[in-house]
Protein backbone atom coordinates (compact mmCIF):
# COMPACT_ATOMS: atom_id res chain seq x y z
CA UNK A 1 0.00 0.00 0.00
CA UNK A 2 0.77 3.56 -0.39
CA UNK A 3 1.25 5.21 2.52
CA UNK A 4 2.36 9.07 4.10
CA UNK A 5 1.63 10.60 7.22
CA UNK A 6 -0.34 13.65 7.55
CA UNK A 7 -2.46 16.48 9.08
CA UNK A 8 -5.50 17.50 7.94
CA UNK A 9 -7.25 20.98 8.59
CA UNK A 10 -11.08 20.35 9.73
CA UNK A 11 -13.34 20.16 6.24
CA UNK A 12 -14.36 23.57 7.17
CA UNK A 13 -10.70 25.05 6.79
CA UNK A 14 -9.94 23.29 3.92
CA UNK A 15 -13.45 24.11 2.07
CA UNK A 16 -12.04 27.70 3.00
CA UNK A 17 -8.93 27.37 1.49
CA UNK A 18 -10.63 25.72 -1.53
CA UNK A 19 -12.47 28.80 -2.17
CA UNK A 20 -9.65 31.74 -1.60
CA UNK A 21 -7.73 29.43 -3.97
CA UNK A 22 -10.57 30.01 -6.84
CA UNK A 23 -9.21 32.76 -8.44
CA UNK A 24 -5.64 30.62 -9.08
CA UNK A 25 -7.70 27.59 -10.78
CA UNK A 26 -9.68 29.92 -13.24
CA UNK A 27 -5.94 30.88 -14.34
CA UNK A 28 -6.82 28.05 -16.94
CA UNK A 29 -3.14 26.82 -16.81
CA UNK A 30 -2.00 23.16 -16.88
CA UNK A 31 -2.45 22.65 -13.32
CA UNK A 32 -3.74 19.05 -11.51
CA UNK A 33 -5.34 20.76 -8.45
CA UNK A 34 -6.41 18.97 -5.08
CA UNK A 35 -9.53 18.23 -4.21
CA UNK A 36 -11.00 19.93 -1.22
CA UNK A 37 -11.49 17.00 1.11
CA UNK A 38 -7.95 15.70 0.21
CA UNK A 39 -6.03 18.63 1.16
CA UNK A 40 -3.51 18.03 4.02
CA UNK A 41 -0.01 18.75 5.39
CA UNK A 42 1.99 15.64 4.03
CA UNK A 43 4.32 15.59 7.54
CA UNK A 44 6.47 12.46 5.35
CA UNK A 45 5.64 10.65 2.54
CA UNK A 46 6.81 6.97 3.10
CA UNK A 47 5.51 5.28 -0.59
CA UNK A 48 5.22 1.69 -1.22
CA UNK A 49 4.98 -0.51 2.32
CA UNK A 50 3.52 -3.97 3.54
CA UNK A 51 1.23 -4.74 7.04
CA UNK A 52 4.39 -4.29 9.05
CA UNK A 53 5.48 -1.16 7.47
CA UNK A 54 2.12 0.62 8.04
CA UNK A 55 2.25 -1.11 11.57
CA UNK A 56 5.57 0.39 12.15
CA UNK A 57 4.29 3.91 10.79
CA UNK A 58 1.32 4.20 13.51
CA UNK A 59 3.75 2.93 15.97
CA UNK A 60 6.09 6.73 14.93
CA UNK A 61 2.42 8.60 14.82
CA UNK A 62 1.55 7.46 17.79
CA UNK A 63 5.20 8.50 19.45
CA UNK A 64 5.58 11.45 17.92
CA UNK A 65 2.09 12.73 19.07
CA UNK A 66 2.55 11.63 22.57
CA UNK A 67 5.61 14.15 22.97
CA UNK A 68 4.19 16.91 21.42
CA UNK A 69 1.23 19.37 22.23
CA UNK A 70 -1.68 20.16 20.13
CA UNK A 71 -1.29 23.72 18.55
CA UNK A 72 -2.75 26.58 17.06
CA UNK A 73 -2.39 27.24 13.36
CA UNK A 74 -3.32 29.83 10.69
CA UNK A 75 -3.16 29.76 7.22
CA UNK A 76 -1.96 32.52 5.41
CA UNK A 77 -0.56 33.51 2.26
CA UNK A 78 -0.38 31.78 -1.26
CA UNK A 79 3.15 30.74 -2.83
CA UNK A 80 5.06 28.17 -5.09
CA UNK A 81 7.60 26.13 -4.96
CA UNK A 82 10.37 26.50 -5.88
CA UNK A 83 9.51 30.07 -6.82
CA UNK A 84 6.25 31.80 -8.29
CA UNK A 85 7.94 32.59 -11.50
CA UNK A 86 8.92 28.65 -12.38
CA UNK A 87 5.90 26.84 -10.20
CA UNK A 88 5.82 23.55 -10.18
CA UNK A 89 3.65 23.14 -6.53
CA UNK A 90 1.31 25.69 -5.57
CA UNK A 91 0.61 26.08 -1.98
CA UNK A 92 -0.77 28.08 0.65
CA UNK A 93 1.63 28.67 3.65
CA UNK A 94 1.20 29.22 7.63
CA UNK A 95 1.26 32.50 9.85
CA UNK A 96 1.01 30.43 13.24
CA UNK A 97 2.38 27.02 14.10
CA UNK A 98 4.72 26.38 11.00
CA UNK A 99 7.49 26.15 14.01
CA UNK A 100 5.16 23.90 16.11
CA UNK A 101 3.81 21.90 13.17
CA UNK A 102 8.05 21.28 11.98
CA UNK A 103 8.44 20.14 15.49
CA UNK A 104 6.00 17.54 14.99
CA UNK A 105 7.47 16.34 11.91
CA UNK A 106 11.03 16.82 13.87
CA UNK A 107 9.59 13.63 16.09
CA UNK A 108 8.02 11.99 13.52
CA UNK A 109 11.09 11.44 11.45
CA UNK A 110 13.02 10.41 14.85
CA UNK A 111 10.58 7.55 15.85
CA UNK A 112 10.50 5.97 11.89
CA UNK A 113 13.96 5.89 11.96
CA UNK A 114 14.34 4.03 15.14
CA UNK A 115 11.58 1.80 12.94
CA UNK A 116 13.68 1.25 10.43
CA UNK A 117 12.81 3.59 7.83
CA UNK A 118 15.39 5.54 6.03
CA UNK A 119 15.41 9.69 6.62
CA UNK A 120 13.45 11.85 4.32
CA UNK A 121 14.58 12.81 1.09
CA UNK A 122 14.06 16.29 2.02
CA UNK A 123 13.80 19.02 4.94
CA UNK A 124 10.03 19.31 5.88
CA UNK A 125 8.26 23.06 5.13
CA UNK A 126 4.59 23.56 6.23
CA UNK A 127 2.63 24.08 3.38
CA UNK A 128 -0.38 22.94 2.15
CA UNK A 129 -0.42 21.54 -1.10
CA UNK A 130 -2.95 23.08 -3.36
CA UNK A 131 -1.79 21.83 -6.71
CA UNK A 132 0.92 20.65 -8.97
CA UNK A 133 2.08 22.85 -12.02
CA UNK A 134 2.32 20.37 -15.06
CA UNK A 135 4.02 23.54 -17.19
CA UNK A 136 6.93 25.39 -15.53
CA UNK A 137 7.42 27.52 -18.07
CA UNK A 138 4.21 30.14 -17.15
CA UNK A 139 4.67 32.69 -14.16
CA UNK A 140 2.44 32.53 -11.89
CA UNK A 141 3.82 35.97 -9.51
CA UNK A 142 1.29 38.33 -10.38
CA UNK A 143 -1.22 35.89 -9.91
CA UNK A 144 -0.38 34.97 -6.25
CA UNK A 145 0.69 38.62 -5.75
CA UNK A 146 -3.25 39.24 -6.78
CA UNK A 147 -4.96 36.42 -4.64
CA UNK A 148 -5.22 37.69 -1.18
CA UNK A 149 -4.18 35.27 1.95
CA UNK A 150 -6.55 34.14 4.21
CA UNK A 151 -7.72 35.39 7.08
CA UNK A 152 -9.95 35.43 10.07
CA UNK A 153 -11.91 32.67 11.73
CA UNK A 154 -11.53 30.22 8.21
CA UNK A 155 -8.00 30.49 8.59
CA UNK A 156 -7.23 29.45 12.12
CA UNK A 157 -7.85 26.02 13.57
CA UNK A 158 -6.05 23.51 15.67
CA UNK A 159 -3.21 20.80 15.04
CA UNK A 160 -5.17 17.59 17.63
CA UNK A 161 -3.96 14.63 15.48
CA UNK A 162 -1.63 13.05 13.32
CA UNK A 163 -2.92 10.58 10.45
CA UNK A 164 -1.66 7.41 8.25
CA UNK A 165 -3.03 7.53 5.08
CA UNK A 166 -3.41 5.02 2.65
CA UNK A 167 -2.99 6.54 -0.96
CA UNK A 168 -5.08 4.96 -3.80
CA UNK A 169 -4.15 6.33 -7.29
CA UNK A 170 -6.63 6.48 -10.15
CA UNK A 171 -7.57 8.21 -13.35
CA UNK A 172 -10.08 10.39 -11.09
CA UNK A 173 -7.16 11.51 -8.70
CA UNK A 174 -6.22 10.24 -5.13
CA UNK A 175 -8.43 8.75 -2.82
CA UNK A 176 -7.20 8.60 1.02
CA UNK A 177 -8.19 6.40 3.86
CA UNK A 178 -7.39 6.90 7.21
CA UNK A 179 -5.56 3.87 8.62
CA UNK A 180 -4.73 5.00 11.81
CA UNK A 181 -4.55 7.84 13.78
CA UNK A 182 -2.73 9.42 16.77
CA UNK A 183 -4.06 12.45 18.91
CA UNK A 184 -1.39 14.98 19.75
CA UNK A 185 -1.20 15.41 23.75
CA UNK A 186 -3.15 17.75 25.30
CA UNK A 187 -1.38 20.80 26.81
CA UNK A 188 -0.29 20.61 30.36
CA UNK A 189 0.29 16.54 30.04
CA UNK A 190 3.78 14.99 29.84
Given at each position: ??????????L??R???????A?L??T????????A?N????M???GEVG??G?????????????VE??????L?AF???P??AR???I??G??AGA?????LA???E??????????A????????T??R??D????WS????????????????????????E???S???S??????????RR?GRH
Amino acid sequence: MRLFLAVFPPLAVREAVFAAAAPLRLTGAGVSWVKAENLHYTMRFLGEVGEDGARRAAEAAAEAAAVEPAFPAELGAFGAFPNPARARVIWVGMTAGAEALKSLAAALERALTRRGFGRADKPFAAHLTLGRVRDPRASWSDTLRRTPPLAGGAARFTVERLSVVESTLSPKGSTYAVRAEAALRRAGRH
